[in-house]
């Protein structure tokens, strides 16, 4: 099995955005359905840091609630 950075380069890449979408594309056919999966666990790993680390409560929450043209 290959090395899963084979296709994460941090090279700044300068294309067109039909050009990124077939290079995309062509990566995401060469991967084995094992490769994809771990690739997708990847993705679900680096898009975890940009979630909140805890839940707001209910309490911390606010809402404004419209009453005879004036919100209170």
Do not use: H
Not at 11 to 22: D, G, H, Q, V, W
Not at 54 to 62: A, I, R
């Amino acid at each position: 099995m290959r090395d899963m950075t084979d296709n994460f380069d941090n090279l700044i890449r300068f294309e067109t955005k039909e050009l990124s979408n077939k290079r995309t594309m062509t990566e995401a056919l060469d991967r084995t359905p094992d490769e994809g999966f771990q690739f997708f666990l990847s993705l679900i790993d680096e898009i975890s840091i940009f979630l909140p680390q805890t839940q707001n409560s209910k309490k911390q929450n606010f809402t404004l609630t419209k009453g005879n043209d004036r919100i209170t």
